[in-house]
């Protein structure tokens, strides 16, 4: 593109050369002015022509290869032609080619070559060349001359010397300004050029021609405008724009002018350095500086870091100007941010570490902003003094009221290394470093605590240190931290100081070491009767007693040793101490949460971790957002709610990512129980198996063992299906939990053996597990056990039992279980009873309130032609959902509905959701003349 000046006069240099007046032509330009693709055009030229081509990229990793170009312009050639011609072009002096172009050519030759063999190849090469010009015009193409290795360029002295007279032309392309091409050899061969070409800018026409080829549209002019402007019609600069908007999908337009602007190609990073090398040193300082500085570069900054005066400062930004790397030099800053990037790639390590080190010091003399200055000392690995420590911790600080975790720990973990080992300043460090991670990275936050308390001198300190970090967040399989508390946890025991602090401090390291120790049976029921002693009053004014509350009503729930209404009193209460805050991940409290779902208590808590969550959030704390996700999940899955649960499920699991080795065990926990119960088992087994603590962790390794079961299930091995059941109950017995809310084995084990004729066991299993669900004493899990139980019982008595489940789960708030209950006694009275039939529509209403989807199909295909059909033109509102809407319509408010309905606010609050959808309204207002206009049907 407006290279046809140019390509003419190569052309004509070719036409003179198949005359037999060869000739050199050089192409000369700065960076990015399209000489490559100017050899490439006269490439063309000579396929077009039909004239043998030599083609050869120098490169400066290649440059110490001897005869390394002339290996590429020759070698491709001799492959492809026929081996008598080959054979005709080493006749004569041609044959000492051969010692370059043999395979084993190079071997034996160490540089410098001794001079008899290096004329003898020198000749050999340059008659070979000679004689194929005798076959048809010969066109060499070298790109980036200046690159080549000194013996190829000899060569190619020793081939211009003979062009006159020969039916050759040589073409090379050279870089403006690189060191290398001020070397004699380089220089001897431009001077025996016949033309030199220089490329220019393209044009604003040009470039718009150019944006419409890449963009394949008609381009705006203030997009044109905008990317002429950016790359200074320079082809590189300017196709690296175009290949970038064409990666982000932008058009040609004005509105997206502004965007193009802000690109960073990623071509630029492959070609700046390389030309930055061939600048003068007090320039290439400056391009540096800059890069340290941002756009920070005032004079006395610049001056101070580059080493420069005011004269060479100007000449030095005037240079970086003309060749297109920064944009002013009154202000200067880089004309783009991908050319800041890579100049700062191409400086030596140590002189980029001296540069930040001093840009550190001159910014906080300066005043500038502490995060600035601290900024600087990120890349700086050599000890510093105890004001770069000062500095590391004020940013730290400022990042953290910012919201900024992630900057926070980076300016510990730099400061850490400007402590030693042993320093106690080290070890408030480390607690500090542990406090910011915690948010993020709980694993290391967890080393950098074990770290710390060694250093620190009192069992106090120590015990304090290790309260920083929740035990839900703990993994003592990844680090012996269970040894390391109750280490700590016995000297301050010992240490015979009895005020609040300590015993606030024992209270809490007792609540970790209890945690730990949950998966002993002889530890569980220890703590059962520790919760004796403290009911039915238990303390609950500080953080220490809440916490050690909170840890014993979990372990009495998963060993089913307490009534559902009595944890779940307690747990209710403990929520009421605690404000909705993200900081509640760093304590036991989320367990609360557990027992609360567990018992079908969850009412007031999705609003409560909606809360919570919605800070976590803006402080972008992802532990904390995937613990409260993974909480709102069970909490969804307790009300019924699969596809709130599934979702709350799938962004914890997404969270989690970030830390290596998955999210905490209870976290998983929950993750794979909403995974098992919404259909998922694959995604169970997934997320277990790859969990850091899958194996040593004996309630995950039961719930792997389920969804290992259910898959197999699936795929209809029935035995091996029950087996894996059976490995769950084992593993769940094996620690004293047996707490069928937790995890149902029996009820998957004693279906598998109903299935495979063993009817006698399946139903003592399935009375097995009512008889602890009557003794737990929640509704969600008593009616699902009963629900197996009747599945398996023959007759009137397994009909009754269904029914009884049913009207258990009616007041319930677990519409999930009342939705599979339904589904279970209208398949037991069939499709064909009216009382059947009500009852499967009434699962198959249930299953779409629920996001149920797999539920919603095996009714609809127990119904078969039963299924009742919809108006296509009227809203589909469910039973329930008509209920509600209904008593909104009438003036109630939500509470008012909820104690109405006995539903959650927040189920109630999805109805409507759900109501304003279908009926395609859009607040409370509309719905009574909504109703007025729903058809009949939907109003059952």
Not at 45 to 63: I, K, M
Not at 140 to 156: K, Q
Not at 832 to 850: F, I, K, N, T, V
């Amino acid at each position: 593109m407006e290279r046809d000046n140019d390509v003419s006069k190569v052309n004509a240099a070719l036409s003179a050369a198949t005359g037999g007046h060869g000739r050199m032509v050089i192409v000369r330009g700065g960076l990015g002015t399209g000489k490559s693709e100017l050899l490439e055009t006269i490439g063309e030229l000579g396929t077009a022509r039909e004239v043998l081509t030599l083609r050869a990229q120098a490169a400066a990793t290649e440059h110490d290869f001897a005869f390394g170009v002339v290996r590429q312009l020759i070698e491709p050639v001799l492959t492809r032609v026929p081996a008598e011609r080959a054979e005709r072009w080493f006749q004569g002096t041609a044959h000492g080619a051969r010692l370059i172009l043999t395979e084993d050519a190079s071997a034996g030759h160490d540089a410098p070559w001794p001079a008899e063999k290096l004329n003898l190849a020198l000749t050999g090469l340059t008659t070979l060349v000679a004689n194929m010009s005798r076959d048809s015009t010969v066109l060499i193409l070298v790109d980036d001359l200046h690159w080549a290795d000194a013996e190829s360029l000899r060569m190619l002295w020793h081939l211009t010397r003979v062009l006159p007279i020969r039916r050759i032309l040589v073409v090379c392309t050279v870089l403006t300004g690189d060191v290398r091409a001020e070397r004699p050899l380089v220089q001897e061969l431009l001077s025996l050029a016949g033309h030199t070409v220089s490329p220019e800018n393209l044009s604003r026409d040009a470039t718009r021609s150019l944006t419409e080829e890449y963009l394949s549209a008609p381009a705006d002019d203030d997009f044109v405008s905008a990317c002429h402007e950016r790359s200074g019609g320079n082809p590189l600069f300017l196709t690296a724009i175009l290949a970038e908007a064409l990666f982000h999908g932008l058009k040609p337009s004005a509105q997206h002018a502004a965007d193009a602007v802000a690109l960073r190609p990623s071509l630029l990073r492959q070609r700046l350095p390389a030309f930055l090398e061939s600048l003068p040193g007090h320039i290439r300082r400056t391009a540096f500086a800059m890069t340290v500085l941002d756009e920070n570069t005032s004079p006395q900054l610049l001056d101070g870091l580059a080493e420069l005066d005011a004269v060479r400062r100007a000449e030095a930004l005037r240079v970086l100007r003309e060749v297109g790397l920064i944009t002013d030099c009154a202000h200067p800053v880089f004309a783009h941010s991908v050319v800041r990037d890579a100049v700062e790639e191409s400086m030596p390590p140590a002189e980029r570490a001296a540069m930040r080190a001093v840009a550190a010091e001159l910014l906080h003399r300066s005043g500038h902003p502490v995060e600035q200055a601290a900024e600087h000392l990120m890349d700086v690995v050599t000890p510093q003094d105890r004001d770069v420590l000062r500095i590391l911790r004020t940013a730290a600080d400022s990042a953290m009221r910012r919201g900024a975790p992630r900057d926070a720990a980076r300016f510990l973990r730099r400061a850490l290394l400007d402590s030693s080992s042993s320093d106690p300043e080290r070890a408030r460090l480390l607690i500090d470093l542990t406090t910011v991670e915690r948010s993020f990275a709980t694993v290391a936050s967890v080393r950098h605590i074990m770290e710390a308390v060694p250093l620190l001198d009192t069992p106090r300190e120590q015990a304090a240190a290790v309260a920083r970090i929740g035990p839900v967040l703990m993994a003592p399989a990844a680090f012996p931290v269970d040894d390391m508390v109750r280490r700590v946890s016995a000297d301050l025991a010992a240490s015979g100081t009895t005020d609040g602090v300590d015993r606030e401090l024992a209270l809490r390291l007792e609540a970790r070491e209890r945690f730990f120790t949950a998966q002993d049976p002889a530890r569980v029921r220890s703590a059962v009767g520790r919760l004796a002693d403290l009911v039915p009053e238990p303390p609950m004014d500080s953080v220490g007693e809440r916490e050690l509350l909170t840890v014993l009503i979990h372990t009495a729930t998963m060993a089913n040793a307490v009534p559902a209404t009595a944890v779940a009193h307690l747990a209710t209460r403990l929520l009421e101490h605690e404000p909705p805050t993200p900081t509640q991940v760093h304590t036991a409290l989320p367990l609360a949460v557990n027992v609360l779902a567990a018992a079908d208590r969850t009412e007031g808590v999705a609003s409560w971790l909606d809360e919570a969550h919605r800070i976590a959030e803006s402080r972008r704390s992802d532990v904390e957002q995937t613990v409260i996700r993974a909480e709102q999940a069970l909490v969804a899955l307790s009300v019924g709610d699969m596809a709130d649960a599934r979702a709350k499920a799938r962004q914890a699991d997404a969270l989690s990512d970030t830390e290596l080795g998955g999210p905490p065990a209870v976290c998983a926990a929950i993750l794979a129980i909403v995974a098992l119960q919404t259909a998922q088992p694959d995604r169970a087994e997934r997320l277990l198996s790859r969990h850091r603590l899958g194996a040593e962790n004996e309630h995950l390794a039961a719930l792997l063992a389920v969804a290992k079961g259910s898959l197999a299930s699936r795929a209809g091995d029935t035995r091996g299906a029950l087996n894996h059941f059976l490995v769950a109950g084992h593993r769940m017995e094996q620690i004293g939990w047996r707490n069928p809310a937790v995890l149902p084995w029996a009820s998957y084990a004693a279906l598998m053996h109903q299935r495979l004729g063993d009817t006698a066991t399946a139903v003592d299993l399935s009375r097995q597990e009512v008889a602890q669900a009557r003794a737990w004493g929640a509704p969600s899990s008593l009616g699902r056990s009963l629900v197996v139980q009747g599945r398996l019982t023959p007759g009137r008595h397994g009909t009754e039992l269904l029914e009884e489940a049913v009207q258990l789960l009616e007041p319930n708030p677990n519409r999930y279980e009342l939705c599979l209950a339904l589904f279970a006694l209208g398949r037991r009275l069939g499709p064909r009873r009216a009382q059947g039939r009500a009852l499967l529509r009434r699962a198959l209403d249930l299953s779409a309130e629920c996001g149920a989807p797999w539920v919603q199909a095996a009714v609809e295909s127990h119904l078969g032609h039963n299924a009742p059909s919809r108006n296509a033109n009227s809203p589909a509102l469910t039973p329930s959902e008509n209920k509600v809407a209904h008593l909104a319509a009438s003036g109630l408010s939500n509470q008012e509905i909820s104690g109405e309905l006995s539903i959650s606010c927040r189920m109630v609050e999805k109805h409507l959701t759900n109501c304003y959808r279908k009926m395609g309204i859009k607040s409370r207002r509309d719905l009574e003349s909504a109703l007025r206009n729903t058809d009949p049907v939907n109003a059952t």
